[in-house]
């Protein structure tokens, strides 16, 4: 079966950073999605990667090991609104997003 | 960048009736919309694919004659759930897919609370 595991919530503080984890077991892959969900609200799209490596966008990064089925979401300088829920999703051999639960990061003062 | 306006954003049925979710492509043609229902604490899970001008595909385990969708125009979609039930109140979000392997553009959502 195709699985996308991440932790379940996280908290951090203000100012630092938090490193989101996100592993994935899926029939194909055609590149992995991070989005943001604020609560109530559609997901907003992070980031996409497709080959092994970082990819820095500003305060985020994302990173990608194909081999290990495995990526994380880097946030840096962290600030209260990002306090949110974080959705890892995998496009597979059939260009069908899997979603993973999500993280929801609560950002302290 | 290309906007998906999906509407109501909110909206409280009684059971057995039915309600109608749209969702429109403003600036561009949508010829596939994804619906997808997220229930509290869980994940985005794909409900239907919606093809304009043919019938749409659903996922296993999800209701056909219950959540009826229509694609009858390049920039509207719409699902309709029928005879409402408590267990349907969800978040309902719908997602087109851009140029890009990367875009997709998503709707506002839709809570539906069925009382």
């Known amino acids: 079966g195709q699985n996308i595991d991440q932790p379940t919530e996280m908290t951090a503080t203000e100012g630092a950073i938090v490193q989101i984890n996100c592993t994935y077991q899926t029939s194909g892959f055609n590149g992995l999605f991070w989005y943001q969900q604020h609560a109530g609200e559609a997901p907003t799209f992070l980031s996409y990667?497709?080959l092994d490596g970082l990819e820095e966008k500003g305060r985020f990064s994302s990173f990608l090991s194909r081999s290990k089925g495995y990526s994380y979401l880097l946030l840096k300088e962290l600030q209260m609104k990002d306090s949110a829920s974080y959705l890892c999703?995998?496009?597979?051999?059939?260009?069908?997003?899997?979603w993973g639960a999500g993280t929801k990061l609560i950002i302290k003062p | 960048g290309a906007v998906v306006s999906q509407h109501p954003s909110r909206v409280i049925c009684k059971s057995g009736t039915s309600v109608k979710i749209e969702c429109r492509s403003l600036?561009?043609?949508?010829?596939?919309m994804f619906w997808y229902r997220q229930f509290p604490k869980q994940s985005l899970m794909l409900m239907a694919t919606s093809n304009e001008g043919s019938k749409a595909t659903y996922e296993q385990g999800v209701e056909k004659d219950k959540f009826l969708i229509n694609h009858a125009s390049l920039t509207l979609s719409t699902l309709t759930v029928t005879s409402a039930h408590p267990e349907d109140s969800s978040f309902y979000i719908c997602s087109a897919p851009g140029q890009g392997i990367s875009e997709a553009f998503f709707g506002q959502g839709t809570r539906l609370t069925v009382v």
């Open positions: 999703a995998v496009l597979d051999s059939n260009y069908q997003l899997i």
């Open positions: 990667n497709v």
């Open positions: 600036d561009f043609q949508a010829t596939t």
